[in-house]
């Protein structure tokens, strides 16, 4: 895929689906066989919907400010991201997690496997990636 298309495929992706919280965007931009790695705890399609239920029960919101590094693999169909996550719990509590994340996407422009790595800066937070 082009550079183009895919850096603006995972900035809509992180909008709708983590700033947005948007589940029902999932099929737009997830393969039905997607697997995503978060903290070497593997997840299906069906436990990252689960994940993303309860981040919003957690959450009141979410915002990046801009991705510290992007990097694309176009031939591969890869994009790689290091950014921080700001945090606002529901319980009024405002803190920052750091991830990295590798995203691989199949011939359709559908994310079809994750790995990232995440971590807190605040002891609060701990969990928060991989939340079920």
């Known amino acids: ?3 183009i298309i895919l850096k603006e495929q995972i900035e809509n992706l992180y909008n709708d689906i983590l ?16 697997i995503q790695i978060t903290d070497h705890k593997a997840s299906n399609i069906n436990e ?10 957690a959450v009141k919101q979410l915002s990046i400010n801009h991705f510290k590094t992007m990097m ?4 591969q169909n890869i ?17 920052k997690i750091e991830v990295f994340a590798e995203f691989i996407f199949n011939k359709y422009g559908k994310v079809k496997y994750c ?15 991989s939340i079920s």
């Open 72 to 75: 694309i693999d176009e031939k």
């Open 48 to 57: 990252f919907k689960n994940h993303l239920t309860k981040l919003k029960e």
């Open 1 to 3: 895929m082009d550079k």
């Open 19 to 34: 700033i947005n919280l948007d589940i029902e965007q999932i099929s737009k931009y997830f393969a039905d066989d997607y």
């Open 115 to 129: 790995n990232e790595l995440t971590q807190a800066y605040e002891t609060e937070l701990s969990g928060m990636g």
């Open 79 to 95: 994009v790689y991201l290091r950014y921080d996550v700001l945090v606002e719990k529901k319980n009024g509590f405002l803190g």
